[in-house]
């Protein structure tokens, strides 16, 4: 069965600083590979995604993840961190073709010192 | 607002009672999708349907676990006989569906069994 890890439950950082939030899955096939942000009182908000081809992607509010096929790791960077991304930071992956079938990892919470 | 809803936003209930949940999608989307999201884990995947079909659905829904879209909009989840460890967010997503779907999360109910 596919799985996902995110080693670290909490991680701080001071504003400016760079970021990177780890992630590995386990899978048999290349996987469709997601970050979600999950603010306080908010619903998941999809950062950025991974189907196929340039393994560097690009998402919103600045971030970006590295697919690494030989590690099975999607990191999640961002080079100068704002306090407003202060959340919860989720991993996923599906099976290709199966966008929709999520499994997420445990979830990285993020706090920003100032 | 034109994003997911979900009704109520806090549920609290005694041991054995019957509780329903509503998910009103994004007009447009034929896809909705029910997660559940206990404390420090991430969402894990119950139920979704296409229109009012209901494709697949996990093993994590037991048999007092039912969900329906009766005419291809809004969706009902509804728990028979409470558990305490029925205790969790509850999440509905929808979508367009498509090979690269992207899935939008309602900011989610959460129940606590008592």
């Known amino acids: 069965a596919q799985s996902v890890t995110q080693p670290d439950i909490h991680i701080t950082v001071s504003e400016g600083a760079s970021l990177e939030l780890r992630c590995n899955y386990s899978?048999?096939?290349?996987?469709?590979l997601f970050w979600y942000v999950q603010s306080p009182g908010q619903g998941l908000q999809l950062l950025l995604k991974?189907?196929?081809?340039?393994?560097l992607v690009q998402g919103i509010k600045g971030f970006e993840a590295e697919f690494k096929r030989s590690q099975s790791s999607f990191n999640l960077r961002k080079p100068s961190v704002h306090w407003s991304d202060a959340a919860e930071y989720f991993c996923a992956v599906s099976l290709a073709g199966t966008a929709s079938k999520l499994t997420f990892g445990t979830g990285t919470r993020l706090q920003v010192t100032l | 607002d034109t994003g997911v809803s979900q009704d109520p936003r806090h549920k609290i209930t005694k041991r054995g009672q019957n509780v329903t949940f509503r998910c009103d999608p994004i007009s447009e989307h034929n896809r909705l999708y029910w997660y559940r999201q206990t404390l420090g884990q991430g969402p894990e995947f119950l139920t979704y349907?296409?229109?009012?079909?209901?494709?697949?659905k996990s093993r994590l829904l037991s048999d007092r676990f039912s969900a329906e879209r009766p005419k291809g909009s809004f969706s009902t989840l509804e728990i028979q006989r409470t558990e305490q460890g029925d205790s969790a967010m509850y999440l509905c997503?929808?979508?367009?569906?498509?090979?690269?779907?992207?899935?939008?999360f309602g900011s989610g109910t959460q129940l606590s069994v008592l």
């Open positions: 899978y048999g096939a290349t996987p469709y």
């Open positions: 349907f296409q229109n009012e079909a209901q494709l697949e």
């Open positions: 997503a929808s979508s367009l569906g498509g090979q690269s779907e992207k899935l939008f």
């Open positions: 991974y189907f196929s081809g340039d393994t």
